[in-house]
């Protein structure tokens, strides 16, 4: 989703800006623009398509200037075009403004200041809001860009992370949140702004996340931070824990297949002081605090979207099963609007990669109101939902940068396996000899992963094969039906191809109608209580003519016979499977993506980060 990046100081702005927006490039976006004061002149850029247009488009124009604005957009409010496109600019000519989020009374704003005489050259709620500042701000005599963004703020509705500069004020880029992230890196005479720390960590490991409701008046030499009641906060400087590396591809073809392949080092890092396999315990002290109100709860909420809502619905079947606590999963979006049942001491997992997601950041702080406790399962550090959470579990998988989750879900689902099993325990609601071996066999995943990477290229084999579907079926039982949603999920953001997922035995009540020579089934069909009712679906299907991949357990004798294709995996507990189980359906949607000659990191029209509703 659209990206922000800001930079004031000693050293030119337009490189430190455009190699910001590269950076942002994985959060999805359909332009790009850059605002920049060269002394006292200010030269807007702005084109549609990748940043490497914006940078063409720039070539041999103007780009002198110690400040700069640059952002990506993600279409809201318009089409993508060059028009649409931000930065954008005041009538006056001299404030220019980015902006990440939506204002929701822009139509209202805009018909008043139409009705004063002011012309409007895009169809962006952004451009709106400009140009609502400029007029409290000329209208007001004596005061400020900074009194004038304050007052303006206070009247919009919607979320916004902005960054407005003044070609009158060249030594200052106002700032301001609400909903939508800001990071700001300092240095030694200048500072860095960002949507995320991506663009930031080269430059500096000093950061000042901005709360919601906050201004800040960013100055080469200094930070100022205040609420909308003009009250001074002080800065809450954190040092950023993120190697230069883990953002860069290091020698990969695509992110996706870097962050594929680091699965075992991201999952080793998060079982990491957390899994000991000396005296085989779990300690998981973000939520210790929690942990006798979730044992006494009637029940647990689980709050999420896409991949981390499949992540969910695997932790569902989990702590059901270890901790006898009912659990309810609910997409984020939909619990947000449907006015539910949330009571004082309920308990809510929020389940978050990015933790920006504005769905899941509403549907909490709603509840939060209401008493519940959150906990988050958060992979960026930092982040609103990791901030806005009473307790929580980071899952450690470093930066995400391929659009399509990989690393991040099975970091999800370790964190959520090392509660289930330390609360059962706990609870007696699983013996600690089946407590033993689960940990044993999760501190294995590592070693196990590493084992179906090594079987990547026939994998790319299979994927090449069926690259051609039109349809997929994924198919699976009890742990591995979440997991064959997220396979049908991998397989259309990263190929374009329709897929869906599907419980086996469902099957038989409607989709089996699709079943022909042409459409293709994965099974997943590893060893576990359902195995041989799966190997029944599957022979339905290769009885109708249809195509059949199977994921299969090592020794495998049945489905291997029955299925056109198969790929092996090492057998574990039907508990720890989806964690293996995953890994071959995310190559198998890279590879099919790569044989497509799709851009696998930035799928059309995703974003990575979804901070709009
Ligand atoms: C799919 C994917 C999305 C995200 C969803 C939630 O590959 O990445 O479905 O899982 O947008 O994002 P987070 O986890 O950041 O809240």
Redesign the pocket.
């Known amino acids: 989703m659209c990206g922000i990046v800001g930079y004031i100081g000693y050293r030119d702005a337009y490189p430190i800006v455009l190699k910001g927006l590269k950076r942002l490039e994985y959060r999805g976006y359909d332009s790009a623009g850059i605002a920049l004061i060269d002394d006292t002149k200010l030269n807007v850029y702005k084109k549609q398509g990748k940043v490497a247009a914006l940078e063409e488009f720039c070539y041999g124009k103007d780009v002198k200037g110690h400040i700069g604005i640059g952002h990506t957009r993600w279409a809201t409010h318009g089409e993508p075009n060059d028009r649409n496109a931000h930065p954008h600019l005041s009538n006056s000519g001299k404030l220019a403004i980015i902006h990440n989020g939506i204002i929701e009374n822009y139509a209202k704003l805009k018909q008043d200041l139409v009705s004063k005489g002011y012309v409007f050259h895009s169809d962006t709620d952004t451009e709106v809001l400009i140009n609502f500042i400029e007029d409290i701000y000329t209208n007001n005599a004596g005061s400020t860009l900074e009194e004038a963004l304050r007052i303006a703020l206070k009247r919009v509705v919607g979320a916004y992370c902005i960054l407005i500069v003044h070609e009158d004020e060249p030594e200052v880029i106002y700032a301001a949140r609400k909903g939508s992230p800001l990071v700001i890196g300092i240095g030694k005479g200048e500072h860095f702004l960002a949507s995320d720390a991506t663009p930031i960590i080269e430059y500096t490991r000093e950061v000042v996340y901005v709360n919601d409701y906050e201004i800040a008046i960013v100055k080469p030499d200094e930070l100022i931070l205040k609420n909308l009641g003009n009250e001074r906060q002080t800065p809450y400087i954190t040092k950023l824990d993120m190697q230069l590396g883990a953002i860069e591809k290091e020698g990969y073809a695509h992110f996706m297949l870097k962050e594929i392949f680091e699965q075992p080092a991201t999952i080793f890092d998060c079982l990491r002081g957390r899994l000991d396999m000396k005296d085989v315990s779990i300690t998981l002290s973000g939520i210790a605090a929690y942990e006798q109100q979730i044992l006494a709860a009637n029940r647990i909420i689980i709050l999420?979207?896409?991949?981390?809502?499949?992540a969910g619905l695997v932790a569902e079947y989990i702590i059901e099963e270890t901790c006898r606590i009912p659990v309810e999963v609910e997409y984020?979006s939909e619990f947000r609007y449907r006015n539910p049942i949330v009571k004082n001491g309920d308990i809510i997992i929020a389940?978050?990669?990015?933790?920006?997601?504005a769905d899941?950041i509403v549907a909490i702080d709603q509840a939060k109101k209401n008493g519940a406790i959150i906990l988050g399962v958060v992979?960026?550090v930092g982040s609103s939902?990791a901030r806005i959470s009473d307790a929580g579990v980071y899952t450690h998988s470093g930066p995400?940068i391929g659009?399509?989750?990989?690393k991040?879900?099975t970091g999800?689902l370790a964190v959520l396996v090392l509660a289930a099993l330390k609360l059962g325990v706990d609870n007696k609601t699983i013996t600690q000899e089946r407590f033993s071996y689960l940990c044993y066999e999760l501190a294995a995943v590592p070693d196990k992963i590493k084992k179906i990477l090594e079987d990547a290229p026939a994998i790319k084999k299979i994927a090449e094969k069926y690259a051609n579907c039109q349809d997929v079926l994924f198919l699976g039982r009890g742990y591995n039906f979440p997991i064959a949603l997220e396979g049908a999920?991998?397989l259309k953001?990263i190929s374009y191809i329709h897929a869906e997922g599907y419980p086996a035995a469902e099957m038989k009540h409607g989709p089996i109608a699709l079943v022909d020579e042409k459409l293709l089934s994965v099974f997943i069909a590893t060893k576990d209580p359902y195995y041989e009712k799966v190997i029944s679906n599957m022979q339905e299907i290769k009885a109708r003519k249809g195509m059949v991949l199977a994921i299969v357990s090592e020794g495998d004798k049945y489905s291997s016979n029955i299925a056109d294709d198969v790929i092996i995996v090492p057998e574990t507990d039907e508990l720890i499977a989806p964690l293996l189980n995953v890994v071959p359906l995310q190559l198998l949607a890279y590879y099919i993506g790569v044989e497509k000659g799709y851009d696998v990191d930035k799928p059309r029209n995703?974003?990575?980060?979804?901070t709009v509703e």
């Not at 999420?304 to 499949?310: D, E």
């Not at 659009?403 to 990989?406: G, L, P």
């Open positions: 999420a979207c896409g991949t981390s809502w499949h984020a389940i978050s990669q990015s933790g920006e997601t899941t992979n960026a939902i995400e659009v399509a989750s990989t991040a879900f999800q999920l991998k953001e995703l974003a990575k980060s979804v």
